[in-house]
């Protein structure tokens, strides 16, 4: 019964075509900071650099789990539902295994660009202005949002989980920001009733949808 709950959770309120669309667009936001400042908008750069920031920078350092670990995930788990949907067409496979690969790549993604950005600050770079920063983040929660919500939502539980783990690493970036810690404290609590929001929303779509069911 539950399997089937998933199954019609990825046909009708999403489509297998759309997951792996929403994992691209994922990925590529995730990997524009490389694009933009590492490869100074050129294309041609852009592999290589992305295969040197998968390299870790010491041992002890955390870069092992948050680069190479964290990096090489988020890439296998987008060529893996490309290669489920776009080459095998096996939608059954697909739609088995859709949240635990939605969670991997967003959770990884994360990870990855958070902690890249943080390695390869060159140290006379400009910090963002507070304006500017807090702009890009409520830009960036919306399109968030109306992804986890409208296009290809997840079910309740395993969003408040996604969300739970992607925490530390946003904590992690604001704390190397041009943010105070009040600041970064203010953030936060609104961070967590926003995605409180979230999961009590989704929780009484799916809801409703058993009921129906």
């Known amino acids: 019964r539950e399997e089937a709950f998933r199954g019609f ?58 680069r190479t670990i964290a990096g090489g995930m988020g890439l296998f788990s987008l060529f893996y539902s490309c290669y489920l949907v776009l080459v095998r067409r096996d939608v059954a496979t697909w739609l088995a295994r859709r949240e635990t690969l939605h969670l991997t790549s967003r959770i990884t993604c994360s990870m990855f660009v958070g902690y890249v950005q943080h390695l390869d600050r060159s140290p006379g770079d400009v910090p963002v202005d507070k304006t500017t920063y807090v702009f890009r983040c409520i830009v960036l929660q919306i399109v968030h949002t109306i992804i986890s919500l409208v296009v290809c939502p997840l079910r309740f539980e395993r969003h408040a989980l996604t969300e739970m783990l992607r925490l530390p690493g946003k904590v992690f970036y604001w704390s ?29 779509l799916e809801r409703a949808l058993r009921r129906g069911a």
Do not use: Q
């Open 9 to 66: 959770l990825g046909t009708h309120r999403a489509t297998p075509t759309t997951d792996i669309w929403v994992m691209l667009l994922w990925f590529s936001m995730g990997n524009l900071f490389l694009f933009s400042k590492l490869c100074k908008w050129n294309i041609i750069l852009f592999p290589g650099k992305f295969v040197s920031a998968l390299l870790p920078t010491g041992m002890f350092d955390g870069s092992i789990l948050t």
């Open 176 to 204: 190397i920001s041009s943010l105070s810690t009040s600041e970064i404290v203010a953030t936060l609590v609104a961070l967590l009733h926003i995605e409180a929001a979230e999961t009590v929303y989704l929780w009484r």
